[in-house]
């Protein structure tokens, strides 16, 4: 994975027409948003993005999604999502279901983060020759 894209505002459209570029000639995308959720607001929270995770993973496109805890600091968040292309990101990323997410802001501390990686194709090593005796 390597990451190319990184965006604290991820509603503006030229930062979504700007992404577009790196999305060539890849297996998979892997959509990252990180939600900091204010502490008395967390169950809230959860309970708001599982039910947007669930229409998520039916949306064109969307291999998978998840949300994860962090480790060190259970209030915030990471849902990721993987995606067959980048047609099918940006349709997401324009969708009324994606904009819901807005409506989660009131529940966060900061945030939330936007940042998308591409998934290269794996590539086998050439095997070494044998020498001949």
């Not at 993987?82 to 969708?95: F, I, K, N, R, V």
């Amino acid at each position: 994975m390597n990451g190319d894209t990184h965006h604290d505002d991820f509603r503006k459209p030229e930062c979504r027409a700007r992404r577009s570029r790196y999305w060539v000639r890849t297996d998979m995308l892997i959509a990252s948003l990180m939600f900091d959720v204010r502490p008395d607001k967390r169950g809230e929270f959860v309970s708001a993005i599982g039910d947007i995770l669930d229409t998520l993973r039916s949306s064109r496109g969307c291999l998978g999604c998840r949300l994860v805890s962090d480790c060190e600091n259970e209030n915030v968040f990471v849902m990721m999502s993987e995606w067959d292309d980048g047609d099918c990101l940006e349709q997401h990323l324009a969708s009324t279901e994606f904009q819901v997410l807005e409506g989660t802001r009131i529940l966060l501390r900061d945030g939330p983060s936007l940042s998308v990686d591409e998934v290269l194709p794996r590539r086998r090593a050439p095997r070494p020759r044998r020498q001949r005796r």
